[in-house]
């Protein structure tokens, strides 16, 4: 099957943004011992100014959702937000009371245990779920009240997703799973390829563009999956245990990258995970357990460039 039937296929049969992220359990997944060698300099190509231009016509997409500039209202606001779930005759809270307001221009870490409620919190922030209870503002509408059509277009135009399972089609090629979501948005097929071509540069990946995902390293497929959620330019960057499967050296390379474009691209980046090593990157932490925010605390970071030059060289 063909890359276009392929995409053909699941606007027919699936909402495009909700089959992005059930890739996760769809796709095939490899083991983290293929391509081990290459593993170890799978982030040496990550350039120094790990951004794109967002005024580049290159990367510029029309479709992407337009938000407010206004600082002082926030990006994302939950309030109150309940989320339960019926387990036979018991009624099991994954989120109790939640109340948060994430800004335009943040570095969020949302940092918990297993079974916290991070996932959970994941779902409801990236328009993948609607809370039981409670509301969530998403740049000022209430999500809580869309149907999952509206959701799913809210999600492919302001949200770039990344899995820690990297989530790419094993039967496409580098190329075209970044090409997923611009041809979900319907862009024009030569502008598309172009921007792919261009992320894919930022990334360090020009030269593995016809690769199959079981023919590159772990590192390489993570950059391949942010590649991929930079496609349509969104505001918006939620990444969920985005290290999980690298090792240390890769993974600060991916994180150095996020943090490059939260400096230098103004992107809202929220990262979700268990790994206490991430809060140096954040500007602020939520700390959730048992469904509920502990604390939330402020972070200090470096001046923009000053990590990833001192990583990178």
Known sequence: MTFTEIINSFKTK???SKFMYSLEKEAIFYSESENSTEENNSGENLKSN???NSGDNSVNNSNAEKISRNKEVPLIKLTNVW????MGEVEFAALKGINLEIYEGEFLVILGPSGSGKSTMMNLLGCLDIPSKGTVYLNSKDISKLDESELAIIRGQMIGFIFQSFNLLPTLNTE????LP???QEEDRQ???RKASYLLEIVGLSEKKKNLPSQLSGGQRQRVAIARSLAVNPPIILADEPTGNLDSKTGDYILDFLDGLNKREG???IIVTHDLELVKYATRVVYIRDGEIEKIEKQTRNEPGTEIE???N
């Open 310 to 312: 001192s990583n990178l």
């Open 83 to 86: 989320k339960l779930y019926q």
């Open 267 to 269: 992107k809202t980046i």
């Open 182 to 184: 611009l041809e979900f």
């Open 191 to 193: 502008i598309a390829r």
């Open 50 to 52: 790990p951004s794109f």
């Open 14 to 16: 699936l909402n495009p």
């Open 176 to 179: 075209e799973n970044v090409l």
